[in-house]
């Protein structure tokens, strides 16, 4: 069993609702005895749902996880606006909703899918001068804020109950789904605020493969038997099987040339392998190499070695992130 600091684990975690995902990696971190835990993002304390949280070793994998696509599901009442835009704060504005209909709630969805401009809340965990917003907000201090650009992949009308609106919302990093909620309301012309939320689908993993904080604490520092590996975590990359030769080049932070022939789809990133179950590092595709091109150091001794541009036209794969020691 891996401890300390050869472990590497990513846990994909049920929040439940009233926590803080800080408070969350502080209960894996007690119950693991692991002290490097850290999560890909942010999750209200009142939602629900999935939080990817790395464990050790893992915790290098965030550059790649942060990014992910987000999915949720989560319900929003019309004609009620709040300073948080949440069920949890003090009602601002209250307008009558009775003749929003289930067309008109469509239709103001559709004008928020794609890339849009949103004004992050001032419950957000953003910093102005260092300070958090929410600590400002908490002071009754509102500050302007820039509106950012986000993607609304897909905002689909699941429920219709006036005022309670079911909905789910696909959406990329950055999204504030309580400003969607308000904002959706403001567009329809009564206000709104988000009532529930609960996340259902980060990247690739999805609330059926999420883990109850008692599942966790039970195995307590086994956290090996659960979860997934570093090289499961980063599935959506493609794996390539390395030689030690390259391996070594690799550790040292040197790039590499593979023919196109061993790379299995198109892809950004790689995950770099020598025996198909343990990441030595993650590799970014920068560059094609004409034939007849050969970089310095394709092979063992020359650069007449294996996957050389020499062999037909090859790719230069440059280390991003290495997880083993140099070689």
């Not at 999560?39 to 965030?62: E, F, I, N, Q």
């Not at 400002?136 to 650009?149: K, N, P, S, T, Y």
């Amino acid at each position: 069993m891996k401890t300390g600091s050869d472990l590497g684990r990513v846990l994909i975690v049920d929040k439940p609702a009233g926590m803080t995902s800080h408070d969350v990696v502080d209960r894996i971190r007690r119950a693991t005895r692991v002290r490097k835990v850290g999560h890909s993002g942010t999750l209200d304390p009142g939602a629900t749902g999935v939080l990817v949280v790395m464990v050790g070793k893992a915790t290098r994998l965030a550059q790649f996880l942060v990014d992910l696509e987000k999915e949720y599901r989560g319900h929003m009442t019309l004609g009620i606006a709040t300073d948080t835009q949440d069920g949890e704060g003090r009602v601002i504005a209250e307008r009558e909703a009775g003749g929003v209909t289930r067309a008109d709630v469509e239709e103001a969805f559709g004008r928020f899918e794609g890339e849009i401009q949103q004004v992050p809340p001032m419950v957000s965990a953003l910093k102005r001068d260092g300070t958090p917003l929410y600590v400002l907000a908490r002071r009754g201090i509102v500050v302007d804020r820039e509106a950012r650009q986000v993607t609304v992949r897909r905002l689909r009308l699941l429920q219709f109950a006036s005022p309670s609106v079911g909905f789910e919302a696909i959406c990329s990093r950055g999204t504030y789904v309580r400003t969607l909620a308000a904002d959706v309301g403001e567009a329809l012309g009564c206000g709104a605020h988000l009532a529930d939320l609960r996340r259902t689908r980060v990247g690739g993993f999805g609330i059926d493969r999420a883990l109850k904080l008692d599942e966790i604490e039970r195995v307590r520092a086994d956290v090996e038997s659960i979860g997934l590996s570093m090289f499961e975590a980063l599935a959506p990359f493609p794996a390539l099987e390395v030689s030690e030769w390259e391996e070594s080049a690799l550790s040292n932070g040197g790039a590499i040339e593979v023919s196109r022939e061993r790379l299995a789809a198109d892809a950004s990133y790689v995950r770099l392998t020598t025996n198909g179950s343990d990441l030595v590092a993650v590799g970014r595709l920068s560059r094609a190499v004409p034939e007849g091109d050969a970089a310095e150091g394709d092979g063992p001794e020359s650069g007449a070695g294996e996957g050389t541009a020499a062999e037909g036209s090859g790719i230069v794969v440059k280390p991003v992130r290495v997880f083993v020691d140099p070689i």
